[in-house]
C-alpha cells in the first residue's frame, strides 16, 4: 500500500539513523499528521544508546511517545509496545 494510506500500529524509531535521524524522521511524521487532520497520533518509541536525561527529553520534545535507551531486554521492550498501543487504542 501506498505510504500515505498505510498505518502501522507502532513505530519502533532508531535515534541515530544514516540519513535521516529519529528525530527528524518523528518531527516529519508529526507534520504529516497535522496537515492531514489526523484524528490520531501514530505511537513511536524511540531506541538509542543514549541514557542521559537530556536525551528522552529530545525525543519526546520531537513527538515520540516513549523512550527505551539500550541495551534493553525483550520484557522491557514487550512492556513500552503494550503501553503504547493500548494509550493509542484508548485516545
Known sequence: PAANTYRPDLVLMDVFMPKVNGLDAT???????RKAKAEHKLPILALTANARPEDQKACLDAGMNGYLSKPF???????????????AKAA
Do not use: P
Request: charged share 35%.
Open 27 to 33: 518531527r516529519t511524521i508529526r507534520a504529516a499528521e
Open 73 to 87: 531486554d525483550q520484557h522491557d521492550l514487550e512492556e513500552a509496545i503494550a503501553s503504547l498501543v493500548s494509550k
